[in-house]
């Protein structure tokens, strides 16, 4: 018999009823599955995409044989339905096959001795009856009956829901949200998906819809858009947008008109699923978690600053007692700091690089130690805590750390340190503020007891955060609160013509790019390509060779943009073929045409409060956007990768790998919080739009040791001259001074 490059498929589509025996092999991102089958006449395998089949279910299967030229005759399924045992044998059958947690084959053995065909009845809706077998107490009888149930009703969705590309993961958060109603629910209202905090877009739910049966009423739609025009500005920064600026996006995004868009808007008011705000004579719309989280904000620091804590005795004279015993003397913004940090309850601590916000900040803690004063420490990112711990010499967690962040329905993050629950502390220091938006702050303010010190650490010339809001900028901006800008950049720092050059760039001055003896280096480059080029070979080949570096540990190229020859995208793909082509010796999994490969350097790019990690012995829950490990295994068997963070080891489902970019090259947003040995950027043909001081800054403010620009010196006086803030509509600043009366501006 000829055979074909994959398969030849024999006479007949058929169907056929089998028993599944064991599952051989399958790809939990597609659902794609080999399955050992079993009918009445043969064994044989059956192949197709046959998500959420476990052993012991009776299947009905349509498709055809085909003949493999290395597995041999299979049956290729096309489409299949599950029979719901009858009989008491097929229940032990199901029950045997492991599929119901807690339940094995001498369990599911007393189980369906007792209750016959009743059993899956029982399961189901009386679970009291099963601790009426010896072994099994009502705790045990609950849990096995919340496993089935959740395992029929997980299939119930996968099955409907495989159709429109939803990952299993997804399916299962949709029955977190919805329960066993999820069919219902989304065959009503597919752009309820939307609200679920679980990835589905208004495109995919437009998808959706679009291929339903029944025409979903049209209303939903327009409520699902305009809602979608608030969050998708999320992810710009906006926290609120003025109405008059929602209607056009949304007339443009539904093919309305702006009569109905403006009554669809109101309804949302009506539901209290949109917040409208009249700020300075201009109305604005909310999300109501942006509304809170910004009228929290302000609410419980205005309340900071009225009830400081007490002072208790001078402070001068321990000042004096710290310089005297650490040999240090304080300039003036430094002892100003120091003194604020314990006579009020907020301060916050800006300045650049080579401005000592390190030893003032040590100067605090000296300080907050004498008077016996339970003091934590926290960053927004890991490396950022790391780097807090390094040079305190005293621990530092993130803040998500720091609040017991755990995984709660829908995706939403959730803190177990809150109001009810607060942190044991005094004072709480927190540095890269600028990188903190909104709900992450709320989130801290609500946890601190009454009378707990607040000191927050930040640059106010880097970007802001990635997260919508602009805590940082407001705070400072709203007068109200102390703040302590330090300016002066000390002798030794100046011999840095790192530090030099980053704030020549913030005073819209040319860095020095012909100096070449020390620590900030230009190499022109008269296109992208031959740019693109040295940034490689200087990664791979020229850093390492001249100063020893690592290049996954100690070197980190950041880009501007994630496109062209010098974005991430294609330098990420580059790099991989050098630094870690394949090899027999290295396992990898494909996943959306990216090949990730034991070795390779990964970052997370969104949180996941619910991926696995072991830190010595102490486990627990959660990676967050912007952390950066190496991936260590790959195992096609248990379907996960260890991949090794900073300061820990977290096992990462296939499912989640659309949660990760490979990180050898990273652009400047992503870069925020971090610190690198080296940084290596591209400035070649950058996009206009990102041609600005402040993305020029925060890269050049990345690297300790050094940092080496390549490409062409217009690029970089261009970003230098061009002073554009990242501009975002934010209400924090308004409802700052909202008690006051005073009319303050919301666009920034």
């Not at 000592?356 to 900040?361: D, E, N, P, Q, V």
């Not at 800008?485 to 704030?503: D, G, K, P, Y």
């Not at 248990?638 to 490979?662: C, G, M, R, V």
């Not at 010196?713 to 600043?733: G, H, W």
Request: charged share 25%.
């Amino acid at each position: 018999m000829p055979q074909l490059d994959f398969e030849e498929r024999l006479p007949g589509d058929e169907t056929i009823t089998g028993f599944v025996d064991g599952v051989i092999y399958r790809n939990e991102e597609n659902g794609y599955s080999v399955l050992d089958m079993r009918s009445e006449d043969e064994l044989f395998t059956a192949v197709g995409s046959l998500a959420y089949v476990e052993p012991g279910e009776e299947l009905l299967l349509s498709g055809s044989w085909v003949q493999h030229p290395t597995f041999g005759r299979q049956f290729k399924v096309q489409s299949f339905t599950r029979k719901r045992p009858k009989t008491a044998a097929d229940m032990l059958r199901y029950l045997s096959g492991g599929t119901v947690k807690g339940v094995g084959p001498a369990t599911a053995q007393k189980i369906v001795e007792r209750f016959g065909e009743e059993t899956f009845s029982v399961i189901e809706n009386d679970p009291k009856l099963l601790s009426s077998i010896r072994g099994i107490s009502m705790e045990k009888a609950r849990a096995i009956s919340e496993s089935f149930r959740k395992q029929v009703a997980v299939r119930e969705i996968m099955i409907y829901l495989e159709r429109y590309g939803l990952t299993p993961t997804e399916c299962l958060n949709i029955y977190k949200a919805y329960g066993s109603n999820a069919v219902e629910r989304v065959t009503e209202n597919p752009y309820g998906l939307c609200n679920l905090n679980i990835g589905i877009s208004f495109a995919r739910a437009d998808e959706i819809a679009s291929t339903l049966e029944e025409t979903v009423n049209p209303v939903h739609r327009s409520r699902a858009g305009v809602l979608h025009v608030l969050s998708y500005n999320l992810s710009n920064g906006h926290t609120c947008l003025p109405r008059d600026r929602v209607i056009g996006p949304a007339c443009e995004l539904l093919s309305i008109g702006e009569e109905e868009v403006q009554s669809v808007i109101d309804d949302l008011i009506e539901d209290k699923a949109l917040v409208e705000k009249d700020l300075s004579g201009r109305a604005f719309l909310f999300l109501p978690s942006m509304y809170l989280a910004e009228k929290n904000i302000a609410e419980r620091m205005r309340v900071m600053l009225k009830f400081p804590p007490a002072q208790g005795r001078p402070v001068d004279a321990d000042i004096d007692q710290i310089e005297q015993e650490s040999g240090i003397q304080f300039e003036e913004k430094q002892r100003l700091a120091i003194l604020t940090a314990v006579k009020k309850g907020v301060l916050v601590l800006t300045g650049g690089p080579g401005t000592g916000k390190t030893t003032t900040l040590n100067g605090i803690l000296a300080l907050y130690e004498k008077r016996k004063l339970n003091v934590l420490l926290a960053a927004p990112t890991g490396r950022a805590a790391k780097r807090m711990s390094e040079v305190t010499g005293r621990e530092a967690k993130t803040l998500h750390r720091l609040l017991e962040v755990n995984f709660s329905e829908g995706g939403r993050q959730k803190f177990a340190r809150n109001m009810e629950h607060p942190l044991e502390a005094d004072a709480v220091i927190v540095d890269e503020l600028s990188m903190v938006d909104v709900q992450l702050f709320w989130g801290l303010l609500n946890a601190l007891p009454l009378g707990c010190r607040l000191i927050m650490v930040g640059d106010s010339d880097q970007l802001p955060p990635v997260g919508a809001g602009n805590v940082l900028h407001d705070i400072i901006q709203s007068e109200l609160f102390p703040v302590v800008a330090l300016t002066q950049v000390f002798r030794q720092a100046m011999e840095s013509l790192i530090v030099t050059n980053a704030h020549r760039i913030v005073r819209g001055e040319l860095p020095i790019l012909d100096e070449k003896a020390k620590d900030f280096f230009f190499l022109p480059r008269d296109n992208v390509i031959a740019a693109a080029s040295t940034v490689a070979d200087l990664y791979c080949k020229r850093l390492p060779k001249a100063y020893g570096y690592d290049p996954l540990s100690d070197i980190q190229i950041i880009c501007p943009s994630r496109k062209g020859e010098t974005g991430t995208v294609n330098l990420n793909r580059a790099l991989q073929q050098i630094m870690n082509p394949p090899s027999a010796q290295k396992e990898e999994i494909t996943q959306g045409g990216r090949v990730f490969r034991e070795g390779d350097k990964v970052m997370q790019i969104k949180n996941n409060y619910d991926i696995l990690w072991v830190r010595g012995r102490e486990s627990g829950e959660g990676v967050y956007n912007g952390d950066i490990g190496v991936i260590q295994t790959v195992n096609a068997n248990t379907k996960l990768l260890k991949i090794q963070f900073d300061d820990k080891s977290a096992l990462y489902p296939f499912d989640n790998l659309n949660e990760l970019e490979h990180a050898y090259a990273i652009t400047v947003h992503k870069s925020q919080g971090c610190e690198f040995d080296a940084v290596v950027m591209p400035v070649s043909a950058v996009v206009q739009q990102l041609c600005y001081r402040n993305l020029l800054y925060t890269a050049v403010t990345r690297a300790k040791q050094r940092i080496i620009l390549v490409g062409s010196r217009q690029t970089v006086q261009m970003m230098t001259e061009n002073d554009r803030q990242t501009k975002r509509y934010s209400a924090l600043q308004y409802f700052l001074k909202e008690e006051e009366g005073e009319n303050t501006s919301v666009f920034h």
